[in-house]
């Protein structure tokens, strides 16, 4: 598998991901939203948006493993939050995907929502390829 990075010259050069993601491979990977629960099923981190930020990356990535792909396999993640604050937010989520993906910057969307299951304030799904 083989993902090409591209961040075209005539747009912004983003901090945490990439404009354009072109993948080569054999299979492709779709992993669910990835909410803030432990094993259990049950929320972490009530009214925490960092600590739920940093679980849903971490159950990101295990589901990743249970599929046998790795983070820098990933072409496209969307992250859903609740009462999006850009300036609030932003810099958590880089931090809590930093953590999970290191250098590596998949194409991604930020959609605020106005609501998800009581306490829930953030979801993050991914598209692999490998």
Do not use: W
């Not at 995907?97 to 979801?123: R, T």
Request: aromatic share 6%.
């Amino acid at each position: 598998m083989s993902l090409e990075l591209i961040n075209p010259d005539d747009l912004p050069v983003p901090e945490i991901y990439t404009q354009v993601v072109i993948a080569t491979g054999s299979r492709m990977v779709f992993i669910s939203g990835q909410q803030p629960e432990g094993r259990d099923g049950k929320l972490v981190g009530h009214g925490d948006f960092a600590a739920q930020a940093r679980l849903a990356f971490g159950n990101l990535g295990r589901a990743l493993r249970a599929a046998g792909a790795r983070p820098e396999q990933v072409c496209k993640i969307t992250i859903y939050i609740v009462d999006y604050d850009r300036d609030a937010h932003v810099p958590i989520i880089e931090e809590a995907q930093i953590s999970l993906f290191g250098d590596h910057k998949p194409a991604n969307v930020v959609v605020g929502v106005a609501i998800m299951s009581p306490g829930y304030l953030i979801e993050v799904d991914a598209i692999a390829v490998i």
